[in-house]
């Protein structure tokens, strides 16, 4: 079908030209000839529209969907396989990765949506109204006021609004990288230069505001003077609720959970009742002898334990921009070079190059991997390991063609909004939870779970790894996939 709508277009175009090249007037063999090689540019000229149109990356696809993949499993089933849920303090797993994975996407996207501004406050307009959305998402799904999904309530005391969140961080990321592409759009080159870093200077000023970043983040994290700080504990039912803590600081430079600037900052800014009240700190050999599993806090577990913390962060999103300035980078490889040699060579070096930094920066203590601080190292071993992930992607996908295996990826990839909102925050189970019989746990969500999963496989853990994956991410690869089959997309 698609192949017949180009042929017809070929043809339109090829009837058109000959049209403008008759009223042109001219005679015999002239006018012949004129005809002849109109066609044939007008034909040429619609066959690179045609391979221009098609030529859509498909691994930025399967990237995004793997990554809101990993968010559900992670999200739901870390409570089960805790060594897949994030790192209690310093330390990289499986749940890591995702919000870095989302930041380097987003650079690579707005690399390619950026490549040409016809008009750049027309583009800044956008850049905001979309930024606006992200915000306005984030607050609703992550600030307090959706309880999904097995809370039926919803609401917030704005005394107590979370301000920070995913989508939040993302916004900020997408705003920063975003303007500073459209701010430069006429010093873009169109040609590369040759040399090794040639790429590197034709986009400098994207590196310049990476820099800033890193700068800005680094300077203020190991010279903020942090205070003794104190919490009062909002938690009804503990034996502590209501009561107030002081966690005693007085410090410079301190990477640790209580007395960070990362911390610091956020209590400064937001309010100390704005921030996360159950940050993954509570399973650390600080705070349970379960490490790093949950478990019941120790004896003489240091008060900052029970205290909250915003791993979303003012600070830490500032260290983030980095990653998505990576991202650009990757975008920016994938417009200038056209053969698929010349791409991976570059990726690749640099991936690897980020992997090793953010490594041997942890191994030698110099500045550990964490995602609660989004530490440097941090920045690089997962900006590495996004950019080997997406260069693993293109081989497999778009150079090799092995797109099969990869569709439902490419399916929640193209649809990451409504997987995201309807399955990673749990607005369609919640919809579902709100039929039930009798009580709320009496729903055809709890029901599959544990009729058709638990019970049959005999272990709570399994049970729920198979359910996250079959009931949650099999079933909204199923639903992306017939979305995009009838091209409806939800994107902000």
């Keep these: 079908m698609e192949q017949e709508k180009e042929i017809i277009a070929v043809r339109e175009r090829e009837h058109s030209v000959m049209l403008r090249v008759e009223e042109g007037g001219g005679d015999g063999k002239d006018s012949a000839k004129k005809v002849e090689t109109a066609v044939h540019v007008a034909g040429e000229e619609t066959q690179v529209e045609v391979k221009t149109r098609s ?43 995702v919000m870095p994975f989302f930041l380097f996407i987003v650079g690579v996207a707005v690399a390619l949506a950026l490549k040409r501004i016809p008009k750049v406050s027309e583009a800044i307009k956008k850049v905001v109204v979309r930024t606006l959305k992200l915000l306005f998402w984030g607050l609703l799904l992550q600030g307090g006021y959706s309880h999904a999904p097995d809370d039926l309530s919803y609401g917030v005391d704005m ?26 759009t006429k010093l873009r080159p169109t040609i590369i230069g040759s040399g090794p870093f040639a790429i590197f200077s034709a986009y400098y000023w994207q590196w310049i505001g990476g820099l800033i970043a890193f700068v800005l983040y680094m300077v203020l994290i190991f010279t903020l003077y942090v ?61 349970t002898d379960s490490s790093s599993s949950m478990g019941p806090l120790r004896k003489d577990a240091p008060s900052w334990c029970l205290a ?72 690089c071993f997962t900006a590495g390991a996004a950019g080997i992930v997406f260069s ?63 019970n049959v496989w005999h272990s709570e853990r399994l049970g729920t790894l198979l359910y996250v994956i079959f009931a949650e991410i099999v079933f909204w690869a199923v639903v992306a996939g017939i979305l995009h089959r009838l091209g409806i997309y939800w994107k902000l």
């Design 55 to 97: 030529k859509r990356v498909a691994a930025l696809d399967a990237f995004r969907g793997l990554t809101i993949v990993l968010m559900i499993l992670v999200d739901d089933a870390g409570g089960a396989y805790e060594r897949i849920d994030h790192s209690p303090w310093n330390g990289c797993t499986l749940a890591d990765f």
């Design 392 to 454: 693993a992607f293109y081989i497999l996908i778009d150079l090799w063609s092995l797109r099969m295996p990869f569709l439902f990826l490419e399916w929640i990839g193209m649809n990451s909004m409504l997987v995201f909102v309807m399955a990673a925050e749990g607005i369609f189970p919640a919809f579902v939870n709100g039929w039930y019989y009798e009580t709320p746990k009496k729903s055809l969500v709890h029901w599959i779970h544990e009729h058709v999963f638990v």
């Design 227 to 287: 205070p003794d700080w104190s919490f009062v504990l909002h938690n009804p039912g503990d034996v502590n609720d209501g009561k107030r803590f002081t966690v005693q600081c007085g410090v410079r430079g301190h990477l640790g959970p209580a007395c960070n600037a990362v911390g610091y900052v956020d209590r400064q800014v937001w309010g100390i009742n704005h921030l996360y009240s159950q940050p993954v700190w509570i399973r650390s050999k600080d705070c």
């Design 159 to 184: 005394k107590h609004i979370r301000w920070c969140g995913i989508l939040q961080r993302i916004a900020l990321v997408y705003f920063v990288v975003a303007l500073i592409e459209i701010l430069t």
């Design 308 to 379: 909250p913390f915003e791993p979303e962060g003012l600070l830490s999103s500032i260290s983030a921009i980095l990653s998505g300035v990576i991202g650009v980078h990757y975008g920016h490889v994938l417009i200038h070079f056209k053969v698929h040699s010349e791409r991976l060579k570059q990726w690749l070096l640099m991936g690897f190059g980020l992997l090793i930094c953010g490594i041997i920066l942890h191994f030698t203590n110099a500045i550990p991997i964490n995602k609660q601080l989004y530490s440097f190292s941090y920045v």
